[in-house]
């Protein structure tokens, strides 16, 4: 068996640097993995909002259209005044 060299300090300072370097972007990306993670989870949250909002929202749709139609039956087609309360019929169409 061969005798051992000694190495340099200044080759041993690079090949830690090197190591520091790799253990640094190593650490990087575990947090960068993290932060996607969380994030993500915001994403769901976010998607499980906007469905509920979604389903809310053609829920009050129905509801109007459903108001349309017995205001209709009720009043005939129209214009209401919010403002006044009064209704103004259309003119029949000939």
């Known amino acids: 068996m061969s005798e051992p060299i000694k190495v ?19 650490f990087q990306k575990g947090q960068i993995t993290f932060q996607i993670m969380d994030i993500q989870e915001t994403i769901n949250q976010l998607e499980k909002l906007s469905e509920e909002i979604e389903s809310k929202y053609k829920g009050l749709r129905d509801e109007e259209n459903k ?15 919010l403002e006044d309360g009064t209704f103004t019929p259309l003119p029949a169409v000939s």
Not at 10 to 24: A, P, T
Request: charged share 25%; aromatic share 6%; no cysteine.
């Open 67 to 81: 108001l349309a139609t017995e205001l209709r039956t009720k009043y005939g087609n129209g214009n209401i005044n």
């Open 8 to 26: 340099s300090q200044e080759d041993i300072q690079k090949i830690n640097g090197l190591r520091d370097v790799y253990r640094n972007l190593a």
